[in-house]
């Protein structure tokens, strides 16, 4: 959908007489829209860049694509000739120190599954604040509600189904997907301060926080009770806002 | 997926004369900033040549990909201090003092109008290169 953004918005800023460079990561996307420069990279989406923290790698790509504005005729496509460079470190298998998830959904007693759900993010809450201070930034806040009060929330949604908005200005649809993004932020981002997890994949990251936290847990469980609902609204969020398709499909297997 | 029939091509100064904007399909704004909608006309967000990494946080509607590489850096998504650094090596002119972020999970067409109209506004900030970053 991104990359398709990028070759029609390409072609309105060059008509407008602007000239234009983009980044590829669906070349056949590319290939079909033509934009008029673009640089296809072989790397996961939501890292068009390749590599986090490594600057020199970074740079190869933007210059890359940058050079291409000195080409002399196009449309062109140019491929990125280097992979993102393989780890050397051994697979990371992530895990809090406290494992809350074995005795929680699984278990009848609601308030024991929100206990262990506010146990989790209390668990947790030293490591966002060291991943904070040594970051200087956290991308937790576009649903401007605290961590604590999007894990009750989540909770309270999945019990009942309903969602009250304690903002105003953002309905409770859209600030369930914003407050999930936050939490799954708040997740990452705690778990990565931790020594030796500082590096870990989006796989061991996905892996970890669907199959080993409470909050994953919570989230599949909206999913699994209500994406069948006859309310439409609930149906759309539950299957749409908190789960994505590959990680439910995976685990239904 | 749309098509189109015409080749749109401009030319310009070589690479290290030029003013770069970045313009990112990520969904980034600033804290304060109202968080991407899919309402009719709510399509990009401004984000200030002088932007902090603080500064900048994601809401996009997709849950289809990595959000872990922009937790750990934000220049593999949004690469503005990549940026300042050729600007500063001399590999490009200048860095413009605007650059802007669509959540891209829309269908482009509807931003046809207003990518036409921001492209007055690159070149009121004299921008004459534009990198375009999908996520």
């Given amino acids: 959908m991104c990359t398709r953004a990028v070759g029609a918005l390409s072609r309105f800023f060059e008509e407008e007489g602007v000239p234009t460079t983009g980044i590829s990561l669906v070349r056949l996307h590319t290939e079909k829209i033509k934009p008029p420069r673009a640089l296809w990279v072989p790397f996961e ?5 390749g590599m986090p ?15 291409l504005l000195e080409a002399p005729a196009g449309p062109l496509i140019e491929d990125f000739p280097e992979d993102v460079p393989a780890s050397t470190e ?3 298998t992530l895990a809090c120190p406290v494992n809350f998830a074995q005795a929680t959904v699984a278990s009848e007693d609601a308030e024991q599954l929100h206990e262990s759900l506010k146990s989790e ?4 809450r030293a490591w966002y604040d060291i991943a904070v201070e040594r970051r200087g930034r956290t991308t937790v806040g576009s649903s401007g509600l605290d961590v604590a009060a999007i894990g009750d929330l989540i909770y309270s949604f999945l019990q009942t189904g309903k969602l009250e908005s304690p903002r ?6 859209n600030l369930l997907k914003l407050a999930s993004d936050d939490f799954k932020a708040y997740y990452f981002e705690a778990i990565t301060a931790q020594p030796g997890q500082e590096y870990a994949s989006s796989q061991a990251l996905t892996d970890w926080f669907w199959d080993e936290t409470v909050a994953g847990k919570v989230m599949m469980a909206i999913k699994n009770k209500y994406e069948n609902s006859e309310d439409r609204a609930l149906r ?3 299957r749409g806002f ?6 439910a499909r995976l685990r239904k297997r | 997926m749309p098509t189109f029939n015409t080749f749109p091509w401009v030319k310009g100064p070589p690479l290290s004369e030029r003013r770069v904007a970045i313009i990112t399909m990520a969904g980034l704004h600033r804290p304060e900033d109202r968080p991407f909608t899919r309402d009719s ?3 990009y967000r401004i984000i200030p040549g002088n932007v902090k990494s603080s500064d900048l946080i994601m809401s996009h509607v997709s849950l289809s990909f990595d959000r872990s590489g922009f937790q750990q850096d934000w220049n593999v998504v949004f690469p503005i201090d990549r940026l300042r650094e050729l600007a500063d090596e001399g590999i490009i002119g200048s860095v413009a003092d605007y650059h802007y972020s669509f959540m891209g999970a829309d269908d482009p067409l509807k931003w046809e109008q207003q990518g036409r109209f921001l492209s007055g506004l690159l070149k009121k900030d004299k921008v004459d290169g534009v990198l375009l970053i999908p996520i």
């Fill in chain 1, 45 to 49: 989406l939501g890292r068009p860049l």
């Fill in chain 1, 53 to 67: 923290d490594d600057p020199a790698f970074q740079k190869r790509v933007m210059v890359a694509a940058l050079k």
């Fill in chain 1, 90 to 92: 051994e697979v990371i």
């Fill in chain 1, 121 to 124: 993010i209390a668990c947790l």
């Fill in chain 1, 168 to 173: 105003n200005d953002i309905p409770p649809t």
């Fill in chain 1, 236 to 238: 759309g969020a539950a």
């Fill in chain 1, 242 to 247: 908190l789960v994505p398709r590959e990680v």
């Fill in chain 2, 41 to 43: 006309g709510d399509y």
